[in-house]
């Protein structure tokens, strides 16, 4: 049985497919590297360079290579770019999600594993949410994911296959063993921004509003270290191919920090102090998103190991640091050559 990674030389992807090669998984992954990077996939997994969008290169994969399962990562996810560009996230998110379960149908992939986020559900309030919350989705970045799920459920339905879609909070923090991070330039990311600022990449961060109805005045988010997140990816895979049934489930701690509580947490952790510049805010930010993770937590057994802030800071900044001396070898072969290049290449 093998396993396709859309997305998976970015962020999270890269995270899971170290995952499932550590599980003993074989893994392909399908990436555009638009805003991913082939040396940040796994040696051991396969890299096709390649759309999720294009019908016939994903049918042709999901055969030539026997895939069992999906776990798709592929998208486009900053909350104020979709608000103004609605139509490239309905393309990349939604629209390219149908064509990418049309091919899962037509191959008779037996499981999907699907990348959705708490924005489905709009304003949440100050309490944890759970899932049987209104879908009030306040962003066309959330409505796009919304709307992934809903077709997924349809076509489950209709053609027999499950799935499991897991409803992301904040996730933040890097690989414990150093193998990946975020590493997209210019992200927007609050911890990658932090941590950048720390290390003196750039020269300031910004804090979207100070009059937000919480204990500092700054939104509150609940933070999961992408560790946690992509083991319960991989209990939910061991749960469908177990007999379990469909499941949209919470990716969360169910308690959240202020964005000044992370601000301070890096400059801890870092030992450096940074300059914060504070501005209005922004369209589509919600004052408070905490999750309600006990139904995961039932349904899939897991139980988080870094459900601590301070880690997740720590892991997150050694990645930024790693990053830079890999930027710097990078720069530096490049000046000389590329056959000197240390930087892996790798594709199909």
Known sequence: MTVLVTGGAGYIGSHMVWALLDAGERVVVLDRLSTGFDWAVAPAAKLIVGDVGDLDLVAAIIDQHEIETIFHFAGSVVVPESVTDPLGYYLNNTANTRTLIEAAVRGGVRHFIFSSTAAVYGATGSDPVREDAPLRPETPYGMSKLMSEMMLRDAAAAHGFTYTSLRYFNVSGADPLGRTGQSTPGATHL?????ETALGKRPAISVFGTDYPTRDGTCIRDFIHVADLVEAHLLALKRLRAGGSNLVANCGYGRGFSVLELIDSVRRMSGMDFPVVYSGRREGDMPTVIADPS????????KPQHDDLDRIVSDALAWEARLARHDLRKS????RGPEQSPVRRKAS
Do not use: N, T, Y
């Not at 530096?332 to 000046?335: D, E, Y």
């Open 332 to 335: 530096i072969a490049h000046r």
């Open 295 to 302: 139904l995961a937590m039932r349904e899939l057994g897991w």
């Open 191 to 195: 911890l990658k921004v932090a941590c």
